[in-house]
């Protein structure tokens, strides 16, 4: 796709956002640390990205940093303070 | 070992354009998991029309429609109307608005709706300001509020007036169900979310969702803004079913008005004496709902 002109008159959207790298936008990346963690959940609740993925209720919840913004809600939210957000270095 | 307390499915999916912490994205998704695959949603012009993404990318995993501002009520009664004629009595359909969408340019549309009775919910995503074009105010937007239109300078012309009452112009219209949720609480608002959608008629939700691009607060705080939004009164949580009120979560103790308001750079112009003014006016809107709520339930 090049050219306005390509684009269908009335555009339907039928590919996936997740090839989006949404990641790119963060400054602050989350690091878990697995020894405080209780398995509650909150973290994954509240994502506004849909970016902490559990796999079942026996498994930690794991970050999806392709996806993950930084917003640091996880971080603010979990009652363990098993989440910190730091600045993220970048080459 | 842990439990999810909401539904697991995942409806909306990453790689969307939401800014950081943005609360009308939580409120989407966990909308998405209260509701379900079959189900269809309508989308005027709001953050949510530019939220799925760049066209052919979406971050939606329903059928989705978009539609003008003005017209979402409209359009879910046009929408139910051609699923019933096919027989598809069992799918949902959403409206999916902002406050703007909703309070102001939308309201005839949606009065519409409930009035004809459409088999439909209704949601208003509320940041209290019309975000997308860069924070307009509205006429959900609180008393005291900087927008780009009620601006803060060397002379205020902060918004004035108080916050429209949406559920009760609902209430008005003898609608089945209406509702005001909160994102801080995502069981609360998904059972609400499929109590609308089972009942047979227009149903109306109201989740406050926090905007830290528009209030200028901390993206990270936004659940803990939305939690203090109802300890300090400024947004209760309440349903109204049949015209009987339930007021969902009572503050064991009040929080001050101005804690709230001062983690929020659109309200940090405000003297002690206007927002304690504020307080006064928001705990006489509580009392009103307390007693509401006893009225409406008496036999
Ligand atoms: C008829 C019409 N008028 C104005 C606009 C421009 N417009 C697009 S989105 C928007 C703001 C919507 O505000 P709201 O409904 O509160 O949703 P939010 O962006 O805050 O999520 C406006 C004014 C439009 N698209 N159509
Ligand atoms: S909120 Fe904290 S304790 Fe709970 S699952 Fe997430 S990381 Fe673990
Ligand atoms: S401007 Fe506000 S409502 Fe719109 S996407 Fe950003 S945080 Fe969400
Ligand atoms: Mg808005």
Redo the contacts with the bound molecule.
């Keep these: 796709m090049s050219k306005h002109q390509d684009i269908p008159l009335t555009p339907i959207n039928t590919e996936s956002s997740e090839k989006v790298r949404t990641g790119d936008w963060r400054t602050y990346i989350p690091v878990f640390d697995a020894e405080k963690c209780i398995k509650c959940y909150i973290c994954w609740k509240y994502c506004p990205d849909a970016a902490i993925k559990v796999k079942d209720e026996e498994s930690l919840p794991e970050w999806d940093l392709f996806h993950c913004k930084g917003c640091g809600i996880c971080a603010e939210e979990c009652p363990k303070d098993a989440i910190e957000m730091i600045l993220e270095e970048v080459e | 070992m842990g439990k999810l307390t909401i539904p697991e499915q995942e409806l909306m999916r990453p790689g969307h354009m939401?800014?950081l912490?943005?609360?009308?994205?939580l409120a989407m998704r966990l909308a998405l998991k209260a509701a379900g695959p079959d189900t269809i949603i309508s989308i005027p012009a709001c953050?949510w029309a530019v939220?799925p993404g760049v066209w052919p990318n979406t971050c939606m995993g329903i059928p989705m429609l978009y539609t003008a501002f003005e017209v979402t009520g409209a359009s879910i009664s046009g929408i139910r109307a051609a699923l019933d004629a096919k027989g598809k009595k069992d799918t949902n359909v959403i409206g999916w608005a902002g406050d703007g969408g909703t309070f102001d340019i939308g309201l005839q549309a949606l009065s519409g709706m409930v009035e004809r009775g459409t088999n439909a919910l209704y949601i208003c995503y509320d940041?209290e300001a019309y975000?997308?074009t860069g924070i307009q105010r509205s006429s959900s937007t609180p008393e005291g509020a900087w927008t780009t239109t009620t601006p803060v300078g060397t002379e205020n012309y902060w918004e004035q007036g108080r916050k429209k009452d949406m559920i009760s112009i609902m209430v008005a219209h003898g609608i089945p169900y209406a509702a005001t949720a909160n994102v801080a609480y995502p069981e609360d608002f998904v059972r609400k979310v499929q109590k609308a959608l089972s009942i047979d008629g227009p149903t109306y939700l109201q989740i406050f969702?926090p905007?830290?691009?528009?209030w200028k607060s901390q993206p990270a705080k936004s659940i803990k803004l939305a939690k203090e939004a109802i300890t300090s009164l400024a947004y209760p949580m309440y349903e109204v079913e049949n015209g009987v009120y339930k007021i969902n979560r009572k503050p064991k103790e009040q929080t001050p008005l101005k804690d709230y308001m001062l983690k929020q750079g659109r309200f940090r112009h405000l003297t002690e004496e206007f927002i304690e003014e504020q307080q006064k006016m928001l705990e006489a809107n509580w009392k009103r709902l307390l007693k509401l709520e006893e009225i409406t339930n008496e036999e």
């Design positions: 939401g800014c912490g943005c609360g009308g994205t953050c939220m940041n975000m997308n969702a905007c830290p691009t528009g």
